[in-house]
Structures are given as C-alpha cells and as structure tokens.
C-alpha cells in the first residue's frame, strides 16, 4: 500500500539540548523542563485528536534511527542524526499497532513525570500493558515491543528518555578517586569495596553531580572481570585515576557519565578492551556515538576518548602463548571490514594498519588473555607501560 | 448409428461339417426386439439398479417431450414401489396431451417407433427405443405386462390398455383393454398419461439414483414441477421454478454437409421430387436454386455420366451420387439454421440450479450456435460455488442432452475431457494434474443439439468432436473467469475486512490515551477516526478492484445478468439468522408446497438483479 504523504507534520517540538541545571528538586529532571517534556507529549496527543476530528490521517513524525539517516560530522568528530524522519500513520495496517503503541507510552510518561517517579524500561512495558477492549489481544507481546516504540518516541518528543522518566537495567561500575553525590547521598568511590559504585541508569546533573575528584585519568575497560582484577590490584589508587566498567557495549548511563567525567572535569578516556571487531567498536561507539542513539551523540560521545589496546601486535610484543587464539569467524572478517571502512576510521592510518593486522592475524584476544603472561600482568606492566609510552590509537 | 444397420446377424455353426442347406435351415431374421433383448445394456439394463433408473428416465424424458410439444407445463409424479426384494413397480404419470388408442400398441409395444427417429428436431427421445424397451425389459424379467393409462381430453374417455411384447415379431400383444367413462378421476387437467412397469431392480441412493436423475432432470427443466415417491414412501417434490415453457424447437433438414454416401443414396431412393435440382432444395437445408444448379453442375464434372439440374432421380445410379457427395464436400455451402436449437437459456440455467443447490455463487454462459458434421447444436454451462457444497472433493459435473441428465460414463464424455483441459487455477480453484478441479464447485454442462451423438444407444456420454469440445470449453471458460473474479473479489474484501478490523482495534485506545493526555472527548475523537477506517477500508476497495482501475460503486459481477451472488451463502457472512432460515426447510421433504417454495424462490431474486 503506498504510503500517503501527508505534510502535515505530527507531534512538535521541543529542545534538544540539555535541561537547566538547578539543584533541590524531587524527580530526576529540572521541574521547566518536565513541563516542557509533558507539553510536548500534550502536542502529540492533540494533533491526533485534531486530525482524527477533521477526518484527516492521525500521523507521528518521529526520526529515522538508520545507518542511511546518520552524518559523520568531522569537524566536531562525532555521529549525527539526518534530517529524514518515518511517518507513523495510523491508518496503515503495518503501523496501526505502533502507533496505538506510541500514544499509550506517551500517556505513560506523562503520568510518570506529574507522578515525578521514574520506571525502568521493563516498568513502562507492564505500566501499560493490558487486553484491549473486546479482544483477546494485549497491547505489548513483549518488552523489546515496548522499549524500541519508547526510543522512538523519545526521538519524536525530542526529549531523552531520561526526561521520559525511564531508565534502563542498571550496569557498569566506577570505582577511584572521586566523590560524587547522587540523589543527595554522598558517595565516596575510593571505598566501595569489591564491588563498586554502580553506574545509576540516568547520570544527568540533576541526579548525580560530581564533588571532589583528584583523579587525573579515567581507565574504561570492557567489563566486569578485567575491572574487578584492576580494582583488586587497586590501580585506581596507585595511577591516581578512575575505573569504570560497561559490560561490554556501555549502557548509555557509563557513557553519559564518561562523557561528563571528560567534558566537565577535563579528564582524558583510556579504553581497554578486547582485540577483536565488537572490541573496536565499542570503542567506536564511546568516541563517537552510536547509531541508534546519534541524536545524543552530543551528549554521550567522547571525541577525545583514547584505544589502548588489546592490539593486534601484542601477540608477538608481549609474546603471548600461542593458546589464547580464538580464529575469526566469517561475522568477524565482515564486521572487521564494516568498521575498517566508516569514515571516522577510513582515514586513519594506524587503525587501517590495527584491522588489517587483525585480519592477517586470523585470530582475536580478550584482555583476560594476558593472565597468562601473569596473574597482575595487566595492571602491573602491561597498562602502565602504554600509558608511560603515551601509546594509544587515537 | 440406426440400430436397423445391426439386424442382419448371422449366427455360425459349430465345426461339424454342415452344409450350406443344414446351415440355411438356421439362418433367419432376427427382429429388432429380440436382438435388444439379449443386449440389454446397449439400452442402458445391464444392472438392476441401472434398469430401474432407465425405465423412470425413458419415462419422463417422453413425458416432457409430449408436454413441452403441447405446449403444457409439465408435472411429472414418479413412484417407485417395491413389491419385495427385487421387484418393483414403477408408476410415472404426466399431464401431457395424451395418446390416442390406436398409437398405443406401437408407441409402447415397438421397438423403434416414434415421432424422432426421421426428423431433425430437438428433443430428448431419439431412436423410439427407450420406453417400449423399458416395458421390454419388466416383461422379461417378472413376466408382467405394462399398463397404461392415457386420456386426451375432459370430454374423451380413458383408456386402460394392458400390452406384452411379442419380441420376436417386434409388436404389442394386448392382455385387456378397458375404457373408463369420461369423468374418470385419473387426471386433475383431463388429459395425461400414466404408464406402469413392473420389473427386477435394485434401488439404491446416492450417485447415479433415480434421486439424483431427478434432481438433475429439475434443474435442467425449471419449467417443470416433479414429484418423486421411493421405495421409503417419502415424497420429495422438485417445484418449478419458472412459468415459461421453453420455446418450441423447430424442425430441420439435413444439411448436406452432413449426410454420408450411403444416407444419399436411401434418400436418393426414397425421396418423392423427380428432378435432381428439386431433390437437392426440398430434402436439404440451406440449398436454394442457386447453390443447386452449382452443385449439379460440379457433380457432372466429376463422373462421366451427365448429370443436369433436371436430370430424373430415377435414372441416377451410384456413380451419379457418388459424383452429387463429392460435389457436396468440395462446395462451400452455409451452415445450418440455428433457430432448431432451443438451448435452456441462461436466466432459466440460474433459475435450477438456485433452486436445487445451496450455493453461493452461480454462473452460466451460452454458447452461439455451432454445427458438427452438418448438425447444428449450442452448449450451455453453468456453474455454482461455495456455499453448502462440499469443500474437499473435486467439482460434481452434471451432463446434460437436449435437457437430459447424463449419469454414467462421465469419464467418456466430451464435457469431462473439455472440463479437464480447462485451466482453473487460472480462476483460483485448485485442480490435480490432469483431474477435476477440487473445492465447492458444481460444473453444469448441456449440449443442445438436433442429433446429439451419444458414444452408445444408451445415451451416457457425448461422443468427443472438435467443434463440440472446443465450443464447451469456451462456455467453461467464460463461467470460470466470472468466478474467478468473484472469487478475487470476495477475496479482496476479505483482506479490506481485516484490515478495518486492525484499525478499529486500536482506535479505542487511541482514543481513551488522548483522553488521558489531553483530556479531549474519548467518544468524539473514537467515533470520528471510526468514520475514517470506513472510509479508508472502503477506498482501498475501488483502488484495488480490477488491476488497480477506480470503478464505480456498483458491482460489476451484479450487474450482469448471468451471475448470481448471494452474500448471505458466503462463508464468511454466515451468520445465524441465515443458518436458521436454511434450516426452516429440511432437505426438500414432505409437503412444502409451491406457493412456500415460489416465495422462497422470489426473496432470492430480490437480490439478483436480472433484468432482460
């Protein structure tokens, strides 16, 4: 069925860019800008009703989240949302479900920000679930139904899902030299033990603010095991920087937060992570942002952030024992040159030479691989080494 | 093929030296009669069950014939008794015009006497075989004698005549002859006929079942109302479904074309005109003066006798006709008249079949005249789908000759193999390699025709010509892509249907969320995106109908005349008030008289337009 062009442009229009930073309020966003958030959801809201009353096709614009509606801004070095939106009509049988799906989201958020409370993701799926009237068919089947319709609306508000009122599954821990106050409590990093200072889901300066840091770097590694040996050899103190950790692809609260810790305090991001593709883009995706997020590139990419390794001639450099070879498979050799040719790679010189390595290598690593060398290699010789010799791929 | 072109049999002796005198000493003639009694099936007896449906079927087919050519609305009762295990006595009374006493003995106690054999002129009977063979075949077999009753008038008297055939001289023998007084009450109009006979059978239901003949015999003859009594004593009553008789079918000539050597010659022989030319325009059709002289003048060519458009037919010998035939074949000469046919019509097709099957869907589609070998015939076909009739099996073919039912043979038959070779997966049904196709489908076929060639004397199957195949093909296909229009229709609003369904699932909670937003009217905002799904679904139609082109809001299949759609058969729109009214009248049993059966009849017009 061909897709009627309305001009009609749906639910509008709100700021894009970050709340006012006042302190001494209750919910997680500034109270103007929860106002703002809520008007526009009312927007939305009202020109479906305003369509559906003049006979008109109710419809949403919401951005396209796509590799193909995606600029590479090289001046600012980060990822950016185009201008091609999708509309979302409700009179369309592929879309009537999404749509209907949209505006019970919206209605969600709007009595979760008068409430001032916030839900995780997989709260707003059950906030509004239920059977719709007269049949037997429910208005979510699943929770990934529900979160990709809430991105989407969080694109088509303008607004972030943390003015939404929503957060994700907590992951990712911090430990170092800094103290920060989240939600009023003080919480010193420096004494969290084994575990940690969980990264909250929602780091903006209204939640969580920074008080006292004498850190002078911050050390990202991939995840949980590598932080844990890093925290227990207690590098953060003898480096004098902060560990953070993303289980593998950083949520967006690490990122949020890597990126204040970068921006706000002026701290250079060193990323340690495995040698293989999804290693690489991880990285690619902390420095630059990430597709289906690029229109908060802004305020998560960290341009300035630093690769230290694994790299693909630590093999021979640290004469590792032939046993930590995992071959790349077929999805690895796609992926690898996938990313080899994004434009934030393609004209660097030494990560064409890094992935072409890696490639001729036929084999990845994962930064566990170098206990074999020795238990604390890592945190003995192997960091300090790169970091005395200033040796990153930027 | 006349079956007199059989007679001469000769029986051989056995090895035993005979001589030509021991040999002529049981050389002798064998009459019509006695040759059909010992081969019964060639008539259509060779099972009892089967003897027991062609006694009813010669019956009723000379029944309607002599109705139909009165000029009377037939009404037919059968009655099927059963006197014990095997024995039954069948009863088939008419309201036709009757017989006249002294055409009794031959009409009923002859082989090969009729009105049908020499003329060329539509009608059910052919040969004069049927009924007397049927009388034939009961004498043979219990012993009993057949009865008659008939009455040609109010003010006439009835005659009972009680006949036995004397098979080996080919004549009526009569047991008793009564005349009842002229107010008998034998017959409610004051004329009929009532013919008993008693005979050995079987009676069983289901497929090829005197049942099922008349079911057949309904829909090819809406115009006439039968009523049938079995063996179980229930009365199943077929009323018509039209008050019109069928127009008269005219008689013809041969057309020359049509005729073989042999023919030519006996009617060289026979024929009362003196000259050539004479001969060429009385006896044939489409020979005028013009086209005589021309063919004279060609025929004189080819022998080296003279032959002159006043040539005597008495001086004509082989060579002369054998010249005359040649001209014949090498002469273009325009086909045959076609006002003979009198094909059932397609108004009158619909009108059966809508009454006697519970479908959904019906087609027909007539054929314009065609000629094989010198005959002219037209075929008809209709069709009905969906509804009550079964999903699963293949598609029921119902065969029809000059309004006849054809039961047996149907692998045989012309129409099958034309309905084979019909592509309809083409119409959307489904059809196994080279079989029938398979869904709720019934296949009518009728041939009408001045001389119908069977494939054997007792009229099952159509023999397979060319021009008769291709022109039943045409008319399948003409019904099949009415159906499959339908069919990509219905399927079209089926998918419209689901996707209103979709919209409006998701309207209310479009609705009741703006409410919670906004706090706008939910029921204002839910009636109005309501009004838009409408619209939209009903859009979608007009642009998807037909390649994509906008139509009109009318439906192109109801307007036309041989379509009929009754929406409340279809599947999907079963709903129960329906299912009720259905079940109202069960199965066609017991009294449901006209004026019940007419209304029903009528409503289902309302909602097929059909004006002519």
Known sequence: MAKKKTSKKAAKKATKTSAGRRAGRKGPVSRKRDAETIASIENLADSVTKDGLKGRDPSVNIPLRTVSNMNWNKRKRILEMGDATQIRELFNVGQARKFMQTLLLAKGCKDLIEAQKTLSLRGMYYMSLHTIEGTKEKTFNEQTESDTVLEDLEVGLGGLREELHVFAKKRGTMVGNITVEDSGDEIDCRRMGTGGYAIPSICEPSVLQFKKCDAKFVLHVEKDTVWSRFNEDRFWEKHNCILTEGSGQPPRGVRRLLHRLNKELRLPVYCLLDCDPWGHYIYSVIKQGSINLAFESERMAIPDAKFMGIRADDYDRCDLSADVRIALNDRDVTRARQIADYPWFKDKRPWQKEIKKLLSNGFKMEVESLITKDISYVTEVYVPERLKAKDFLD | MPPAAATPLKKRSARKAATAESMAAMQREISVSEFFAKNRHLLGFDNPRKAVLTTVKEAVDNALDACEEAGILPEISVQMLQLDETRFKITVQDNGPGILRKQIENIFGKLLYGSKFHRLKMSRGQQGIGISAAGMYGLMTTGKPVKIISKTGKRKPSHEVVLKIDTSKNRAEVVSDTEHPEDDKFFAEGHGTIVTIELEGKYQKGRQSIDEYLEQTAIANPHATFTWTGPTNETVVYPRAMDELPAEAKEIKPHPKGIELGTLIQMLERTDPKSVSAFLQDEFSRVGQRKASELIKLADKKTSKTITPRTRISTMGHDEAEALYKAIQDTSIMAPPTDCLVPIGSRALLAGLLKELQAEFFAAATRPPAVYRGNPFQMEVAIAFGGNLPRDDSARV?????????????????????ILETGWKNYGLQQPRSSLPTGPLVIMVHMASVWVPFTSESKEAIADYDEIRKEMRLA????????????????????????????????????????????????????????????????????????GKVLDTRDPLEKDDDVIILHERSADGDDDADVLFEDDIPARKLPRRGSKAAKRTTTRKKKTSRKR
């Open chain 2, 476 to 547: 399948l296909q003409e019904c099949g892509r009415k159906l499959g229009t339908y069919l990509r229709r219905r399927q079209k609003m089926k998918k419209e249907a689901e996707r209103r369904s979709v919209f409006e699932r998701y309207i209310g909670e479009i609705a009741t969320a703006c409410h919670n937003i906004t706090g706008t009217d939910a029921r204002a905002l839910f009636v109005a995106l309501k009004k838009i799904a409408a619209r939209k679904t009903e859009e979608a139609d007009q642009k998807l109908d037909q390649d």
């Open chain 2, 398 to 418: 119902l065969r029809f000759a000059n309004r006849v039912p054809l039961l047996y043979q149907q692998s045989a038959c012309s129409s099958f193999k034309a």
